[in-house]
């Protein structure tokens, strides 16, 4: 019989064609298989496990409900759709490390932010992060004991600073701890709202409306953080038991430091130098303690108004100062204690038994200053013979002095700061 072309059946074509391109997706260069989105990994994870982000860009939002270890290498970037936050976590326990987070949206009646911590993310981590052009940088919403550590933390510089959110937002988070990160271009680096027992350490603030913004918070530190160049360095309000401690404010333009309404907290061993404004403004504080700091280099050094009582300021230096005290106030205010003061750059005095101690007590203030801060246009007539009879008589006759501060054992020699502190203000 003779021998025809063999012709495969439909069937067997199609069979053929399947196997050809079956090999060609697979050993193609250029041609891959579709790859789990990031929010598919996240939802097929297991308590427990690490999730591993080689470089590239990962598009969220995503939201983080269980306990999982979300770590990026070097490039890595988990970028959000604009419209809300870029990672919301909300279990305990669950760590976020080593992303770029960037492309919240825009909404602060949203608190749209690079990552949420929820109340149930207890224990949450957030570390070694670089979160960029959010609206808000971290926003913990009440996760207790909760840590946003070594992260760099950049704001939208292309939004006028009422419309940028803050770069820590903290509401009602006992415990929560933020340490060790660089904050730059938002509202406020760290904002804390309700709030206790909490810790702001080792920050480092720039470009900035307030480094530190404190509200309604009790039982918390604030200790080794550095700010420079923002409008107010570390603004304490209607807040109690606060311990600010080792801060350095360099360069604010407004003020180093603010207590407004505080009560019973220590301020220790800080340093506010080269200020604009004012070095330190105290208003309606009651009951702090001032000790070892240094004001240098303000226009004015202390702003202490009338509301303010039974406050403790001894062992400070105040150096260089326009104007070392403005009190405008008829009640005598005594800033010594167990015989020692204060440093006063501008107490022209002796030291006759060598105790350290001057001989001479210090008044920062006199009758004519008072007048002027009352009166701003008397200042036309400090040169006049009337005002300088005035401060002749006031020096010959203590009696007519009005109320003010007074240091009756000023200290011939400024009091030395922590080398940490004094390291940070000589590098």
């Given at each position: ?49 690490v ?28 970028e ?5 936050s ?17 492309g ?31 609206l ?12 946003v ?12 600073v ?13 415990g ?21 027992d ?6 480092r ?5 307030y480094?530190?913004?404190?509200m ?32 350095i ?8 430091l ?10 220790e ?19 702090n303690?001032?000790?070892g ?13 009338a ?10 230096a ?14 005598n ?13 501008d ?49 010959a ?23 940490c502190?004094?390291r940070?203000?000589?590098?």
């Amino acid at each position: 019989m003779a021998r025809g072309n063999h012709q495969s059946s439909p069937a067997g074509r199609a069979l053929g064609l399947a196997l050809l391109l079956w090999a060609a997706v697979h050993t193609l260069p250029g041609i891959a298989q579709s790859r789990p989105t990031l929010a598919e990994r996240i939802g097929a994870a297991s308590e427990g496990d690490v999730i591993h982000l080689n470089a590239g860009i990962y598009h969220g939002p995503v939201t983080i409900d269980k306990r999982i270890v979300l770590q990026g290498e070097e490039g890595a970037i988990v970028e959000g759709d604009g419209e809300s936050s870029v990672i919301t976590v909300s279990a305990a326990g669950a760590e976020v490390r080593g992303l770029t987070i960037t492309g919240s949206g825009l909404s602060l009646q949203a608190m749209d932010s690079g990552v949420v911590l929820h109340e149930s993310a207890r224990g949450a981590v957030v570390a070694n992060n670089r979160i960029e052009n959010n609206l808000i940088g971290v926003h913990i919403e009440g996760a207790p004991d909760s840590l946003v550590k070594n992260n760099t933390i950049l704001g939208r510089r292309d939004l006028r600073v009422n419309e940028r959110g803050n770069g820590v937002y903290l509401w009602s988070a006992p415990g929560a701890r933020v340490i060790g990160n660089a904050f730059r271009y938002g509202r406020d680096g760290i904002f804390t709202t309700t709030s206790t027992d909490n810790v702001f350490a080792d920050n480092r603030f720039r470009d900035l409306r307030y480094a530190v913004h404190y509200m309604y918070t009790e039982d918390s530190t604030v200790r080794d953080n550095v700010s420079v160049g923002n409008h107010i360095g570390y603004a304490i309000m209607y807040s109690s038991r606060i311990e600010i401690r080792r801060n350095i404010s360099r360069g604010d333009r407004d003020h180093g430091l603010m207590l407004n309404f505080v009560n019973y907290s220590t301020v220790e061993d800080n340093a506010v130098v080269d200020g604009g404004k004012k070095c330190v403004f105290i208003y309606n504080a009651n009951a702090n303690e001032f000790r070892g700091n240094r004001f240098e280099g303000c226009d004015l050094g202390v702003h202490f108004t009338a509301g303010s009582e039974q406050n403790t300021l001894v062992g400070n230096a105040f150096i260089g100062n326009r104007t070392q005290v403005k009190y405008v106030g008829t009640r005598n205010l005594r800033w010594t204690e167990d015989e020692r003061g204060n440093y006063w750059s501008d107490h022209a005095a002796f030291d006759l038994d060598g105790n350290g101690i001057a001989d001479q007590a210090y008044r920062p203030n006199g009758l004519v200053d008072q007048i002027i801060w009352r009166m701003p246009q008397a200042k036309l007539l400090l040169s006049s013979p009337a005002v300088q009879l005035l401060r002749w008589a006031q020096a010959a006759f203590p009696a007519i002095r009005p109320g003010g501060v007074v240091d009756t054992a000023p200290l011939m020699r400024a009091p030395q700061l922590p080398a940490c502190v004094n390291r940070e203000l000589n590098r």
